[in-house]
């Protein structure tokens, strides 16, 4: 069964599996103990740490291990937020950032800091001189991913990490997604990353702060880990994480050219086989291994568990994968399509027999979903004879609301509009970009006696 979702978590890599198995037998004991099976750990310790240094660019002091990447991120936002608050408590995001660096930025605001989340572009990138303008003189922290967990668009890290330092702002890069395939570019200040996105074993992050960075871990003060990551530390799984990052960088070039042929045929292919689809992020400034796609008239719910029922694993980043029902951030912040989201990320050794055939397969999931939900089809032709009209999709979810929309459009004639009564938070999202899509023009919202009516005016 093909699995396509390597950037949620790649698939336990040989290498981890192989030293993760070795060091059970030695790396068991204390690591700050003076006895030999206390010796035999630390050695295993520090060569972890001097290959993840190695593959970071940093020095092996700089990085302690942490026991996810969420951890890495909460304890080095919240570390060096702590040491700088004599210059300010002003911190600055994107709105594309990973959601654990967004709830770490709400919690800083709830606490009495002020937070400026920098918008992107339709691809998903931030622009450096916008981002540059977000900092001020008591900007404490600045926080950056260097590649997008959904859509997979490379941030222009390099210019943002020059901008800070001209500012005497710390950058913090979110590498989860990137670090797999080579090292950060730029003059970052802290870094996180998460062994379990590159094959390593769950449980293992790592944080690495640059000497000179003002960091004040924030808790109860451990000796272990330079006191910033306070526990017992998972020799075996930092073992494993370190070797599987060696390994995985080793064959990363070869990889990325392989891996990145792949994903260019199902950005070329989705479009061609199925109707009204939008392939989302930038198509060069990006990872690899990663392509997102939205499907008009489909929940990704469904769609996910048809593709997993045909042997194909994929995430999604639409509202109805979350707990939360609402849309994902970043495709909201992008003005993308959530609905009938896609992601496809593919792992180390997926081959293009396994592409085709998830080729194969989609159009008719997607063509099925379509009908069972009752969607226009593709070659309906707009008739015109209504002046205008009010379409009630009170009480229903997206994507209901955008294809009931499209069923009637093309009985307005150009020029006329289209009134959807909506409570579903999703369409705020999904109606504008489904104009932008079709050639219609979004004219806007107001509130309703009940939920939100959104004006689409025919253009096409």
Sequence with gaps: MPYFDAASSAPLHPVARQA???SLDEGWADPARLYREGRRARLLLDAAREAAAEAV???????????????ALHSGISGALAARRRVGRHLVVSSVEHSAVLHAAASWESAGGSVTEVGVDRLGSVSADEFAAALGTGTALACLQSANHE?????????????????????????????????????????????HKWGGPAGVGLLAVRKGVRFAPQGPVDERESGRAPGFQNIPAIVAAAASLRAVRAEAAEQAVRLRALVDLIRTRVPELVP????????????PHL??????????????????????????????????????????????LSEGNVRVSLPLGTTSEEVDGFLEVLPGVVSSVRERLGAPAPSAEPSGSHASLVVDALGRRCPVPVIELAKVIGDVPVGATVTVLSDDEAARLDIPAWCGMRGQEYVGEREAEVGVAYVVRRRA
Excluded: K, N
């Design 20 to 22: 993760l198995q070795a």
């Design 57 to 71: 660019g940093c020095r092996p002091d700089e990085i302690v291990f942490t026991p996810s990447g969420t951890h």
């Design 151 to 195: 859509v997979g668009t490379e941030q222009p890290v390099g210019a943002v990490a020059a901008a800070c330092r001209e500012a005497g702002v710390p950058l913090l890069v979110d590498a989860a997604q990137s670090l797999p395939w080579g090292p950060v570019e730029g003059d970052w200040s802290l870094l996180a990353a998460s062994a």
């Design 276 to 287: 009204d689809v939008e392939v989302v992020g930038d198509p060069v400034r990006r990872l």
């Design 291 to 336: 392509v997102t796609f939205s499907c008009l008239y489909v929940d990704g719910e469904t769609v996910l568990h048809e593709l997993d029922r045909a042997g194909y694993s994929v995430s999604s980043g639409s509202s109805c994968t979350s707990s939360t029902l609402t849309p994902s951030h970043v495709l909201r912040a992008m003005g993308a």
